[in-house]
């Protein structure tokens, strides 16, 4: 296992994929970042706090993630490596875990450095800091466990494409799935028990204001626990609300994140198993 890791973290050290992807998030941010500066310029009451640029930039990683991990370890399939390791005598959970630790911790140092910028810039250019360190610590371990879910299940699906074009199609297509998923669930939760007051301006010029209502919409017991629980589980469903600094049910974000990495990685070391590999 030792070997592998080695190996693994030298190709990633040298692999053209990785590093595109890691100057394209830095781009993406710093255009994120240039965009908040330049509202934040033009208005006088226009605010934004360097934690909230600390998780606006969270929704990148669902795109870099199953792209760079398609990447880096369809190469694997395409150049006969993961043949290569068999015949060494390698076990097939070894290379499995071996490559998660590896994509995982690329994905993590991507979100890591963006994350870090994205702060230092806050702090430099909008504001100074309003969480205590504490607390925005935690946060940032909930972000970083929610992307190792992220790669987790990119792997599964990379895994089991041998074809590298393939794989890249489909671990993106699974990530974006996700993600419209969870923003509907987002939406559902979002309605309120009531309805918000409104007011009517007759054309006598008289107003009216009308008392709030209970909401149809609202979704209210066993269903709203369902579909939290859903929600907190995928790691999509807590980076849509963590993005917008947001962490209602953050206590159980580390425990389900770690679950559901620890479940697909089951499944996909167990078809990994029972691949046969040209």
């Known amino acids: 296992m030792r070997k592998l890791l080695s190996a693994d973290f030298m190709r990633l050290r040298k692999s053209l994929a990785f590093w595109l992807i890691f100057a394209a998030c830095i781009a993406i941010s710093l255009a994120s970042f240039y965009d908040v500066y330049d509202m934040y310029t033009r208005s006088d009451t226009y605010s934004c706090t360097p934690e909230e640029m600390v998780f606006n930039i969270l929704p990148m990683m669902v795109f870099a993630c199953p792209m760079l991990i398609s990447l880096f370890q369809g190469t694997e399939y395409s150049d006969g490596t993961v043949r290569n390791k068999l015949v060494c005598g390698h076990r097939r959970a070894e290379i499995y875990f071996s490559a998660l630790i590896v994509c995982s911790a690329a994905s993590l140092f991507i979100l890591a450095v963006n994350q870090a910028l994205m702060y230092v810039l806050g702090i430099l250019f909008l504001n100074s800091p309003q969480m205590p360190a504490g607390e925005l610590l935690v946060k940032v371990l909930c972000c970083l466990l929610a992307t190792v879910s992220v790669s987790a299940t990119c792997l599964t699906v990379t895994m089991s494409i041998q074809k590298k074009s393939i ?10 799935l996700s993600l419209l998923a ?5 939406s559902q939760l979002r309605e309120g028990e009531t309805t918000a007051v409104a007011m009517i301006v007759h054309e006598d010029g008289t107003m009216e204001w009308l008392e709030p209502e209970p909401n149809p919409l609202y979704i209210s017991g066993t269903q709203r626990q369902v579909m939290e629980f859903a929600q ?3 790691p999509t469903g807590q980076i849509i609300p963590a993005s917008n600094n947001e962490f209602a049910r953050m206590e159980r974000w580390p425990a389900l994140s770690l679950a559901f990495a620890a479940a697909v990685s089951a499944v996909g070391v167990t078809i990994f198993k029972k691949k046969d590999i040209k």
């Open 167 to 176: 794989g890249v199609v489909l671990a993106t297509a699974v990530m974006i």
């Open 232 to 234: 907190d589980l995928l």
């Open 182 to 186: 969870c923003s509907w669930l987002d």
